[in-house]
DNA sequence: TTAAATAGGGATATTTCATATCCTTAATAA
DNA sequence: TTATTAAGGATATGAAATATCCCTATTTAA
């Protein structure tokens, strides 16, 4: 069970939009060069986030993405359900319906125990992927990269940016 | 993401081993029927968990699977990482790598933040089924399945025990 | 002693999904 | 007017989940 990579591709490409100056946009080929990805692929991966409504888009040249909100208001699991869909990831069968021994007018009365309870742990992942901003990304790269390289790292952007 | 449906059969299946009487094997014949699954696939499933050292095997007619250990003493992730793996649901390639302003000789200081995010995330869910033992499901199903039917589904696994 | 039943595991087919590329269209800015 | 862009459809490729079949060694029951 593992995650697409677009979710890896589109949560670095929020944090670059994020450093964006107001009402710029920067193109899906300055971030696909950016982060040494397929332009194309990495695209379906930042229409998902238009299609959430994560991102606004303009059209033309100078034209791309910018977030549609800001930093604080956009958590990793509205990135990472952008791309990744909402599905719980356990899926129940309900094969208790095929014990030989239920008689066949039987009614279930709730959820599955068991779906519940991996259901559970579908939440508490939710839970901290809610409880984490963009913001707080952001500033936990700005710790962990050298000042000369997030300072390059922004120019290169800027001189992209439309 | 989705886990693989083995997770979920190997729940069910770990439920009706527990309660088995001491000593006693049920076959993957009997656990397939008694689910509706297909045999020869379940028993991948169940091969696993006796790799993981969660059941115990024994070979020839009346053989068949129990439990190694008292299912107060298996937890839900014991099972759900037998079948589905150990990995963490967030492969980190290292994108921020590619970053062309990255002097060439510069080395990382640690882990991507974006991927220690997402890591513990994983942690949580971890965490969540970590909580949750093979007896707290079988006392969950006892309250949730009707007295007569539980009484009947025991007796139906009793007589295929070997 | 023999025959039947079992787990284990290898080989292989099928299906689904992630990954990736290509192309067309409409909108936009220079 | 021209170049550039997002959007999205079509299609190809690869990997993984799903599923079946078959062989072997082991063990129990008759």
């Not at 990579?5 to 920067?26: N, T």
């Not at 100078?62 to 909402?86: H, N, Q």
């Not at 129940?92 to 959820?111: A, F, K, L, Q, V």
């Not at 992942?125 to 922004?154: C, H, M, N, Q, Y």
Request: a neutral charge; charged letters at 25%.
């Amino acid at each position: 069970m593992i995650l697409k990579s677009q979710v890896e591709w589109a949560l670095h490409c929020c944090a670059i939009l994020a450093g964006l100056p107001e009402k710029r946009y920067l193109s899906t080929k300055a971030l696909a060069e950016f982060h040494g990805l397929p332009k194309e692929y990495l695209s379906k991966a930042l229409q998902s986030l238009s299609q959430a409504g994560l991102v606004d888009t303009t059209l033309g040249p100078s034209g791309g993405y910018r977030l549609a909100r800001p930093p604080a208001e956009l958590t990793f699991l509205d990135i990472v359900e952008a791309v990744e869909g909402k599905a719980q990831t356990f899926v129940c069968t309900n094969i208790r319906e095929n014990n030989p021994c239920r008689p066949r007018d039987y009614c279930e009365s709730g959820p599955c125990p068991v779906a519940r309870i991996m259901w559970e742990a579908d939440e508490a992942w939710r839970a901290k992927l809610r409880g984490v901003k963009l913001s707080d990304l952001t500033e936990a790269l700005a710790l962990d990269i050298p000042a000369e390289l997030w300072k390059k790292s922004f120019e290169w952007v800027l001189e992209r940016a439309g």
